[in-house]
């Protein structure tokens, strides 16, 4: 995995519309642009779900706010990605806006597990979408080993979601997230469903051992953003397997 960049927009409310038109226009070039873009989405925040602690602030008023996930394999895709937003989109996207894009830049992942399969996105065919942030105590492999078994399950045992991933963020911050403690590693977890049946599952299999594990290494819990698929604006995902699968313990 090359890159992972998450991209926080602030619409003007009655630009709403014209955003959305641009989002679904420019998945739809991105799509086209080649294999080196893996994942590339656009996401409403009306309508959280909770789950506990938020990952981003409320909106501010008269505005409406957009989520965007583009992932590239390699260089190649970055340069997809880049080329992709250099014209029409970036033009579009700054008439619409109240201020500049807020972005987090994960270039290239120290660690990254999970899945993504071939499914294009939309109000009709996603039933969740979430964001996860974990903030780990120091001494973080366990919890890496511990996130490699539990990907292995979700590629070998869950079909159903068309992204599932842990990247682990560069230090620092960003202009979208506040950075780590220093010495404390944080993570960003990736959860996308098409259907209902297919979390009731992953959350039937999570009881096994990961919900249970996982909280002994966390120094909070976890903050998220979570939405039904009815906010989905437009984007797509393409098979591909993050991290070294060669690694991944039997589940």
């Not at 590239?72 to 008439?95: C, F, K, L, P, Y």
């Not at 399969?117 to 039933?127: E, K, L, T, Y």
């Not at 979601?161 to 979208?176: A, H, M, Q, V, W």
């Not at 959350?203 to 909280?215: F, H, N, R, S, V």
Request: charged fraction near 20%.
């Amino acid at each position: 995995m090359h890159s992972v960049r998450v991209t926080r927009y602030r619409v003007k409310h009655d630009q709403a519309k014209q955003f959305e038109t641009h989002a679904i226009a420019q998945a739809q070039r991105m799509h086209e642009s080649g294999p080196g873009v893996i994942a590339y989405a656009f996401v409403r925040r009306a309508g959280e779900l909770p789950r506990g602690p938020s990952l981003f602030s409320n909106p501010l008023s008269g505005t409406v706010e957009y989520i965007q996930i583009a992932v590239a394999v390699d260089a190649g895709g970055d340069a997809q990605i880049s080329t992709g937003e250099a014209t029409e989109w970036r033009q579009a996207m700054q008439n619409t806006l109240l201020m500049p894009p807020e972005i987090e830049n994960i270039e290239p992942p120290s660690f990254v597990a999970g899945v993504s399969r071939d499914h294009v996105w939309g109000p009709d065919s996603i039933f969740r979408c979430a964001i996860f942030r974990m903030r780990a105590k120091p001494n973080e492999e366990p919890l890496e080993t511990g996130a490699l078994r539990m990907m292995r399950s979700v590629v070998d045992r869950e079909p159903d979601p068309p992204l599932y991933t842990i990247t682990k963020r560069n230090p620092g911050g960003s202009t979208l997230l506040p950075g780590a403690l220093d010495g404390y590693a944080e993570y960003l977890r990736f959860h996308v469903y098409r259907h209902d049946s297919g979390l009731s599952h992953h959350a039937d299999l999570d009881k096994e051992w990961w919900g249970a594990y996982y909280p002994q290494y966390l120094i909070a819990p976890l903050e998220s953003m979570a939405v039904a698929g009815s906010e989905v604006v437009a984007g797509f995902t393409r098979d591909h397997v993050w991290g070294a699968a060669d690694t991944y313990e039997a589940p």
